[in-house]
């Protein structure tokens, strides 16, 4: 096993003068430099005792904090910048940091010398890194990712999408996430240049097309609602990014028809289908040859290197090959050993089969015979919106311990626009005056929720539908909603 | 620019305070106490497009594609900058 981030410190000691990094605050690093910072850091982290939190934001601070811990050979937590204190709060103390590295200075680490040192060589099972995921009660829960784990998504990604030192890489993702292990270790690890997308042209799809053309971007990995907002109200068609070789994405599906008008507005760029939850990383790609028709759904192709995929099937038997239809499951090198203190979530998600452990991602899938895997939708409260990763639980715990609130269902619908909207029903506790109760549930959800998973809207109800068992119908809810969707959706 | 008390203006940034303030689900008073309306939460890439997008049916203009950038949604103001010069002082049928 090469430890992820050894690449990177090969690059700079043979082209220290190489650019590495530029973020939006217009801090561009070398790779020397780089490399300088995260030691000075590592050296001064060395010896702590436990986790470290690292605050995230789209910064190189976030960059060097990270390589820092890996130099010192200790696991980083990212924490998104943007949580609500007590999110943020609670992920600090239930990943018993020891310490938390918020806002890294840059120009204090460049201008402290660095003593060389031997560096500890990690073990394949010691942890690298944990990354916190929406849990279905209404607390994050930590995935453990072990060197190994890491290691095997790099190596593979590093043969399946190479990069070389003239390469330019948007980092367009926030650092919290997975999407951005390949742009920071497959993409530091080749000698590339890396630019963090600042989080405001982010927001805005022309301003983002701005920025892929003025850096000359090469490659960018991103979920398939920023990337289709790239051709929606913007010039993308008439001014092309001729640089862009390599468009990766996943996260959520890429609908067909957004997906081919984005293929059609950049002809000469190579596009990749990647599948993977936080538990595993990517273990299934698929190319993407040319604009798919309407009305289908594009394949999550085939196993990566290294990793198995089963279906198992309601009777509890995994199938390995040919044509089958099931819950997808993973085993490998990949695997996350699991949650991080939560040992019944973690049997819970693991299943045994054979001499191989496998993970259950609860994810629906058909292997068609010649061995193509497509997704088919979900076994539980899971959804995505806008590439985020949501369980509908944690929303409808939050809204439950309202005072003002007697029960509450949140329900994913579909958008024309994005992946889906979050809608919330909420039946009131005693006599409230409505006008007011919606923006005061809003706002607690906004003070303890990532802004992704606030509702779109949150409907008042004197009751919620339910099924023939007793249990809330989802399903005849979001028929009962008076949803504004503009275009018809099916 | 018109004078900001001219009531055309007026009109125009009430519908920009009301509609933002109607999207994030907080009163107008919140959208005007924040220095910056990218300091309101939730407002995000989704927000954007959708606070735009309300605005233009409002007053019936289109907002071009490469003025649909950062500095135009800054604040109330620079907003009411972006839809006047897409023509919405012409006033609503």
């Known amino acids: ?490 | 620019m018109t004078p900001a008390t001219s009531p055309t203006t007026t009109a125009l940034t009430d519908s920009i305070t009301g509609t933002v303030a109607d999207l994030l689900g907080i009163t107008p008073e919140d959208v005007l106490a924040e220095r910056t309306l990218f300091d309101l939460p939730g407002f995000d890439s989704v927000a954007i497009v959708s606070v735009l997008e309300r605005l233009e049916d409002h007053w019936r203009v289109e907002v071009a594609a490469d003025r649909i950038v950062p500095e135009s949604f800054e604040t109330v103001d620079s907003l009411a900058c972006l839809l006047s010069a897409a023509g919405a002082e012409g006033g609503r049928a």
């Open chain 1, 1 to 490: 096993m090469t430890a992820i981030h050894h690449g990177f410190f090969a690059r700079a000691a043979e082209a220290p003068d190489q650019p590495a990094l530029t973020d939006g605050d217009g801090r561009d690093l070398t790779y020397g430099e780089l490399a300088h910072a995260a030691r000075v850091l590592a050296a001064e982290i060395g010896g702590t005792c436990g986790r470290i939190a690292v605050v995230s934001r789209k910064r190189a601070g976030t960059v060097a904090a990270f390589l820092a811990c890996l130099t010192a050979g200790i696991p980083y937590v990212p924490v998104d910048a943007a949580l609500p204190e007590e999110r943020k709060r609670f992920i600090v103390e239930d990943a018993s940091c020891a310490l938390v590295l918020d806002d890294v200075d840059l120009d204090a680490l460049l201008g402290t010398p660095c003593e060389p040192a031997e560096w500890s060589e990690p073990a394949p099972g010691d942890e690298a890194y944990v990354l916190y995921t929406s849990g279905s009660t209404g607390a994050p829960k930590g995935v453990v990712i072990t060197h190994a784990n890491a290691a095997a998504f790099v190596a593979w990604a590093e043969r399946a999408f190479p990069l070389r030192p003239s390469d330019q890489v948007a980092v367009h993702a926030p650092l919290h996430f997975d999407l951005p292990v390949y742009d920071l270790y497959v993409g530091l690890g080749a000698g590339a240049g890396l630019h963090l997308v600042p989080e405001r042209a982010a927001l805005f799809p022309q301003a983002f097309g701005q920025f892929l053309r003025e850096r000359r971007i090469t490659h960018l990995y991103a979920v398939p609602t920023a990337l289709s907002a790239l051709v929606r109200r913007t010039k993308l068609r008439e001014e092309g990014l001729p640089d862009l070789r390599r468009v990766l994405f996943a996260g959520e599906e890429f609908r067909t028809a957004p997906l081919a008008e984005f293929m059609r507005a950049l002809p000469h760029t190579r596009m990749a289908n990647l599948y993977g939850p936080i538990e595993t990383n990517v273990v299934t790609s698929h190319e993407v040859e040319s604009p798919p028709e309407p009305d289908t759904r594009i394949p999550i192709g085939s196993p990566v290197d290294g990793t198995t995929i089963g279906l198992r099937t309601e009777d509890g038997q995994i199938s390995l090959e040919g044509a089958a239809e099931g819950e997808l499951v993973v085993a490998g090198d990949c695997v996350t050993p699991g949650y991080l203190d939560r040992p019944e979530l973690t049997e819970a998600a693991m299943v045994h089969f054979g001499q191989l452990r496998f993970y259950r991602t609860g994810d629906l899938a058909r292997r068609a015979e010649d061995g193509t895997l497509r997704l088919l939708g979900r076994n539980d409260g899971l959804v995505k919106t806008r590439g985020y990763r949501v369980e509908l639980g944690d929303i409808e715990a939050q809204l439950a311990a309202h005072p003002d609130v007697d029960s509450v269902a949140v329900v994913a619908v579909p958008d024309p626009a994005l992946t889906n909207e979050l809608h919330a029903a909420v039946v009131p506790r005693g006599p409230v005056r409505h006008e007011a109760l919606v923006p005061a549930l809003l706002r607690h959800c906004r003070d303890r929720l990532p802004h992704y998973m606030v509702p779109a809207r949150v409907h008042l109800l004197d009751g919620l539908p339910t099924t023939g068992t007793g249990k809330t119908s989802k399903r005849a809810l979001i028929g009962a909603l008076d949803i504004d969707r503009g275009a018809e959706t099916r």
